[in-house]
């Protein structure tokens, strides 16, 4: 991909209060760029004003009509229907705190797990979240919602990802990352948000390590066309800080999705005996941490799906 359309790069601070709850089209732009220009952002966390710093989850009314904070539209010069928008991700730091909560008929497993269940983090050391002693998620931050508006539908929820990206939750969308959309509205009208400190693939438990971050984006057009979003890491998907090796649990099963929650039950299993957290606590670790990925998918219709742990987040207990 080489068809840069760049003119005079320029920098920008986008206004943190221009922020919108829903992909719609008719939206005044909050910042007009060109191609190559570099935008800065100071990104609200998922549930801001909803969820405070050490919060019980007693406190909290989630309100999922703006439990999102998506800044933007930006209308890129030049972008048109058929284009492409890559997007660099240059730089992302995680605010001072976080929160990640199990929600009642959400996420991977609700039937184990009915009750809501909410967890905050202090951020400041800026390297690792406590989710016990001896247990500590590595931050890996990245923005779980960047997406040009797919044209159609109009005026969608933030969630679930579309067309144009929107809500991936990809947390390989890493600083040093680039990204390619799908242009499918004059202007691109890309937005962005819900930033994550950390997550594991899955995001099992329907929430990551959700915090406000500090994000600075380069955005290049691109005259061609690609069929779904694209992205290229600048090394291995797994983290360099991953060392000490994995656990890992398999779920086999005719359908996908059994298959997953068979594997999660098993990783939480494994958690609570082996390292002697609360179910809340290891599904909650299974969310910021753990990885699913399709181990098999050919196999005369059985598929295996397996749950990935990396022991290197229990830095003070056996393994």
Known sequence: MTEHVDGPAS?????????HHRWQKGLEPALVIRSGDVVHYDLLAAGNGQVAEGARIEDV???????????????????????????????????DWGWTAVLPDLGLLP????????RTFDLRSGGRATLAPGVEIPFSPFLGTMGNHPGEPDGELPFPPHRGGGNMDTRHLRAGTTLWLPVWCDGALFSCGDPHAAQGDGEVCVSALECPMHASLRFHLRKRSILAPHFRTPGP??????????????????????????????????????????????????????DLKILEIVDAGVWNVGMTMPLGVFTGRTT
């Open 11 to 19: 920098e920008h601070v986008i206004d943190p209060r221009k922020i």
């Open 61 to 95: 009314t989630f309100d999922f009509e703006t439990i999102y904070n998506l800044s933007g539209p930006l209308f890129v010069e030049g972008a048109a229907p058929g284009d492409t928008l890559e997007i660099q991700i240059v730089k992302l730091i995680p605010g």
């Open 111 to 118: 039937d184990d797990f009915p009750e809501p269940y909410l």
């Open 237 to 290: 998907l797994t983290s360099p800080t991953d060392t000490a090796g994995h656990h890992a649990t398999m779920g086999i099963s005719p359908d996908l999705m059994e298959g997953a929650r068979t594997a999660v039950r098993a990783m939480i299993a494994w958690i609570v005996e082996e390292h002697g957290l609360t179910r809340e606590d290891a599904y909650v670790l299974c969310s910021l941490a753990g």
